[in-house]
């Protein structure tokens, strides 16, 4: 985490005065201070002491920016050997923020999303689309959006009148989001998309090229690119600490109970365990590693007679071999207890992540061997909401004319992988994965996640 700027506290400012006195003795001698504002910031009347007028700011409350565009900056009264408290947020004025329509109001919106941009620094809350007239009436009240901001799946194409709408962020079942980003992008409006981008590569090329011929931004919704535990742990891989890595095992379970459900019908969710958490494994392992498998080998299974599976499959597991030599092992399932997890084996030791997929609640953990014995350490790391910080990285792009760093090239890639795993387990046998089909180095810059 970035460190705000040194502070100069009230102590560094009774060393540089003149006289060795205490600050409080100081301010009772002169009397020249008038505590101002509900800030607690402090001024000087007329007769400045040119000592105090260098340190004015910093009395009491750190330092005061001079622009508005600048952190505040508190004064510092923890010791170095607790952890630092994190910079003050640097909200932008809710009316400078980026509109965000977020188009069907299931769990994840309503749970996650829309709470999560009550939140954000950078993006609001402006439209609503929905296929329940009630349940959106609802979270408009809820929210404070206006009538004339809500619409209906059928009324959606009118939303490119309104101005206030800048991203339209799909949160509908997987299989609708090829239509409503090509609706949306027509409607010239900026696209953040929930993963699974979509259902095919064909449905996902279709969706590049409809923002690329708008001219519009397309970003696919990776929260855990943005999550602070799991970059740190891409962070200790690539510092290379523990040498190389050899080994990496992944692993994205949790136990569905509705057939009814979406989930469980092929043509709205494209397949089951892995296309909606296994995807998991496999985007954060490509993130982690930062390079592309050249290779799949996997294998399915559903129980029979399980009305659950009957369209889509209970479990994949499968491997993946990268360039570098390193093979990753993953499991995804749709019927036990909830786990979340990966380690990543290197040369001198482990890190590994619990809970590492989850909303919240990651623990990241390494450990290596020091002669006869296992030194195991935990990394403590502030949590954040992680749909804040993907929306807030959307609308920095925005703001700053930037790539987004998951783009929709992103999600083209692990659907490419996917297919393939698919391919393995139907035919028995390792599919080869051809470079070329998405261009290289496709990313946008390193977000800045403040
Ligand atoms: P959900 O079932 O709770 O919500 C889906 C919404 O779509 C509902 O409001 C539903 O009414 C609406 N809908 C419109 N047409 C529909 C149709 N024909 N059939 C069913 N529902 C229809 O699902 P969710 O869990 O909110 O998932 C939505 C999307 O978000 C999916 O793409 C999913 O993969 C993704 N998701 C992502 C995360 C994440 O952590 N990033 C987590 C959960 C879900």
Redesign the pocket.
């Known amino acids: 985490m970035k460190e705000g700027p040194e502070l100069h506290s009230s102590a560094e400012f009774e060393n540089i005065s003149v006289n060795p006195i205490t600050r409080k003795g100081f301010l009772f001698m002169t009397g020249k201070y008038v505590a101002a504002g509900a800030m607690g910031s402090a001024v000087m009347s007329g007769t400045t002491n040119s000592v105090y007028a260098q340190k004015k700011d910093t009395v009491n409350t750190g330092r005061l920016p001079a622009k508005p565009d600048e952190q505040i900056v508190l004064e510092k009264w923890k010791s170095e050997y607790d952890q630092a408290s994190a910079p003050v947020p640097m909200p932008m004025p809710p009316d400078k923020r980026v509109g965000y329509a977020v188009v069907?109001?299931?769990?994840?919106?309503l749970e996650e999303i829309i709470p999560a941009l009550n939140m954000c620094k950078k993006s609001r809350l402006v439209a609503l689309v929905?296929?329940?007239p009630e349940k959106m009436k609802k979270v408009a009240s809820q929210y404070a959006i206006q009538a004339e901001s809500c619409y209906s799946y059928e009324t959606f194409d009118q939303i490119k009148n309104n101005k206030e709408v800048e991203v339209i962020y799909i949160?509908?079942?997987?299989g609708?989001?090829k239509e409503f980003t090509v609706r949306g992008a027509r409607a010239g409006k900026h696209i953040l998309c929930?993963?699974?981008m979509a259902n095919t590569q064909e449905e996902c090329r279709e969706m590049i090229d409809a923002c690329n011929n708008a001219k519009v931004k397309l970003m696919v919704?990776y929260?855990i690119q943005y999550q602070p535990h799991n970059r740190k742990l891409r962070e200790l891989v690539q510092s290379k600490e523990f040498g190389n890595v050899k080994f990496l095992e992944a692993s994205n379970c949790q136990s569905s109970a509705n057939p009814d459900?979406?989930r469980h019908k092929k043509k709205?969710a494209g397949g089951g365990a892995l296309p909606?958490i296994g995807l998991y494994c496999l985007n954060t392992t490509r993130f982690v590693l930062g390079e592309e498998p050249t290779e799949v080998f996997a294998y399915q299974y559903s129980t029979p007679g399980n009305p659950l599976f009957t369209e889509v499959e209970e479990m994949v597991s499968w491997q993946m071999k990268f360039p570098s030599g390193v093979v990753a092992s993953c499991s995804t399932h749709y019927n036990v207890h909830e786990s979340r997890h990966y380690r990543v084996l290197c040369e001198k030791g482990w890190l590994n992540i619990d809970k590492a997929y989850a909303?919240k609640g990651q623990s990241l953990s390494r450990a290596k061997a020091d002669g006869k014995l296992e030194l195991h350490e935990n990394i403590g790391i502030a949590e954040v909401n992680q749909f804040m910080t993907e929306m807030d990285h959307f609308s920095d792009c925005i703001i700053q004319n930037k790539r987004p760093y998951t783009p929709g090239e992103e999600g083209l890639q692990d659907q490419i992988l996917m297919e393939a795993i698919y391919q393995s387990a139907r035919e028995g046998k390792p599919v080869k994965i051809s470079a070329g089909k998405v261009p290289a180095n496709f990313r946008g810059p390193e977000p800045e996640l403040g």
């Not at 069907?104 to 919106?109: A, K, R, V």
């Not at 949160?171 to 997987?174: G, H, I, R």
């Open positions: 069907g109001l299931g769990h994840l919106s929905s296929g329940s949160v509908l079942p997987n609708m989001h929930e993963k699974p919704a929260r459900h979406w709205l909606d909303y």
